[in-house]
């Protein structure tokens, strides 16, 4: 069965300053990863997703993730934080040999950027 | 992508009554899915709205409680049936172009509250 493990329910970041949110993910086939954020009263606006390829796919609003097969990882990176960042942000996961919308999404991080 | 709309945004309704959500999307699409998301929780999948038939429910979902209807590749309802305080959720029409290997586009969501 998938699952998708986000480890911090809150992320905690200074404006400017690098941030970081964790996913792993556990799929028998091979893996297909996605970013969603959500920000307050709104539905899922699609961030990045990796199906196959470079390890490091880049995405919407200068967000990026790094694909981790040996640790299972697909964590949600940006150089440089913004206020406007601060949502709640989901990785999902979809196991490539099935079909439907088999999306698992994870529990969810909040992000809070400080100005 | 395209533009995907879910009426009504939000709705405060009685317990014991049925409210009817509407997916609408601006092209024809492959597939459409209805999601809850419960406070402060992660999203789970209701089910796939399929074209001219029964919808396909998940786990712990019933066609009584949540009816759908697919009249066509560009609309779905979904009615959530003999409210609850247990409900109150944000309902989410989620739409892939093509099944399988694609990223999944959402509504705004419904917000429900049932008092």
């Known amino acids: 069965a998938q699952s998708v493990a986000q480890p911090e329910d809150q992320v905690n970041v200074a404006e400017g300053n690098p941030l970081t949110v964790k996913c792993t993910y556990s799929v028998s086939g091979n893996p297909y990863l996605f970013w969603y954020v959500q920000y307050p009263n709104r539905g899922l606006q699609f961030l990045l997703k990796y199906i196959t390829g470079d390890n490091l796919v880049k995405g919407s609003y200068g967000f990026e993730a790094e694909f981790n097969k040996s640790q299972t990882s697909f964590h949600l990176k940006k150089p440089s934080a913004l206020v406007s960042d601060s949502a709640l942000y989901f990785c999902a996961v979809r196991d490539s040999h099935q079909y439907g919308q088999n999306f698992v999404f994870g529990p969810g991080t909040r992000l809070s950027v400080l100005p | 992508s395209a533009v995907i709309s879910q009426k009504p945004s939000r709705d405060i309704c009685q317990r014991g009554t049925s409210l009817t959500i509407q997916c609408q999307v601006d092209?024809?699409?492959?597939?459409m899915f209805w999601y809850r998301q419960q406070p402060g929780q992660s999203l789970t999948l209701i089910a796939t709205a399929n074209q001219g038939s029964e919808a396909t429910y998940e786990s712990g979902f019933v066609i009584d409680k949540f009816p759908i209807s697919r009249p066509n590749l560009t609309f779905s309802t979904l009615t959530v049936s003999n409210m609850s305080p247990e409900d109150s959720s944000i309902y989410l029409c989620?739409?892939?172009?093509?099944?399988?290997?694609?990223?999944?586009?959402f509504g705004q969501g419904t917000r429900l509250t049932v008092v």
């Open positions: 989620s739409v892939e172009w093509t099944e399988g290997v694609t990223e999944a586009f």
């Open positions: 092209s024809q699409v492959t597939m």
